[in-house]
């Protein structure tokens, strides 16, 4: 288990990829408000809990790093909501409570590779959220009070 950590900032534009081309929608957030708290974490994938003003609380599983597959080369933030919102919510706060970490960032073969690892990762993360060591976290004052 790792040191819950909290981020937060209005949700931004990523490259572009996320929703066209990996049907994967990243809520992503400003990664250089982040740079002191980033250099603290590895990159990789964590999950948690998302707060988002007006709407609710919500798993999530996240990517912190440069995307190997996609050469990025600037670091990114890129949080997976775990609930179809239906419609693209950027400009809204988000807050993140990162309680767990899965894997580093790997490159893969083939895109169908990367998405079928990063939907792996989402049920990882689905279902460790439901253990009671990571669902207290679900009432963390800190997601609750943009709300
Ligand atoms: N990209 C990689 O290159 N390697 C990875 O191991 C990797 N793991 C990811 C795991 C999760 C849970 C998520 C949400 C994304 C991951 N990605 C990984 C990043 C995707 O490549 C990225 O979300 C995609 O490029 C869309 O970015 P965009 O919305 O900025 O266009």
């Not at 002191?36 to 988002?52: K, N, P, R």
Request: proline fraction near 7%; hydrophobic fraction near 40%; charge should be negative.
């Amino acid at each position: 288990p790792i040191e819950p950590w909290f981020i937060g900032g209005p949700v931004i534009k990523g490259f572009g990829r996320g929703s066209k081309v990996l049907g994967i929608p990243t809520a992503n957030l400003p990664a250089e408000n982040f740079s002191d708290i980033l250099s603290e974490h590895t990159s990789g994938v964590y999950f948690g809990w998302a707060g988002l003003s007006t709407r609710g609380i919500y798993k999530m599983v996240m990517s912190i790093g440069w995307n190997p597959y996609f050469d990025n080369t600037e670091k990114t933030i890129e949080p997976w909501l775990l609930h179809d919102f239906g419609e693209d919510f950027y400009g809204e706060e988000l807050r993140l409570v990162i309680v767990g970490y899965i894997r580093p960032e790997a490159n893969f073969p083939s895109l169908e590779s990367l998405i079928e690892r990063i939907h792996e990762d989402a049920k990882i993360a689905e279902k460790a959220l439901d253990l009671p060591l990571y669902a207290r976290y679900k009432d963390s004052p800190y997601l609750r009070n943009s709300l």
